[in-house]
């Protein structure tokens, strides 16, 4: 699992909002999912790594997936409920739901 320092600044593109989260929902959903250990590495062919995460924002799960330059966290997509499509990859990547 991904340890990140919680300081590392976090840039929200505008893809992480399509599915109606604020940028400070997503900000509150990728700094969750680091909090609670949920981050796992994914597509290991892709320069900068990519991770996935479960977050929280009130009581809803959150599916955050981000890449990290090593300075900063570039969330890309959050959505809700968490998709088929996403708890398959999270799981074949060492995630447990």
């Known amino acids: 699992m991904a340890r ?3 300081f590392e600044p976090i840039e929200v593109y505008g893809s992480a909002l399509k599915h109606g989260f604020s940028e400070r929902e997503v900000r509150v ?3 969750s999912a680091l909090a609670a250990g949920t981050v796992v590495r994914i597509r290991f062919d892709k320069q900068p790594p990519h991770y996935m995460g479960v977050g929280l924002v009130g ?3 959150v599916e955050v ?3 990290s330059d090593g300075f900063t966290w570039h969330v890309f ?3 809700s ?3 088929g499509g996403f ?3 999270y799981r074949e990547n060492g ?3």
């Open 4 to 6: 990140k320092n919680d």
């Open 29 to 31: 959903a990728w700094k």
């Open 59 to 61: 009581n809803s799960k």
């Open 65 to 67: 997936i981000a890449a």
């Open 77 to 79: 997509h959050a959505d």
């Open 81 to 83: 409920p968490l998709t």
């Open 87 to 89: 708890k398959k990859e």
């Open 95 to 97: 995630g447990i739901l």
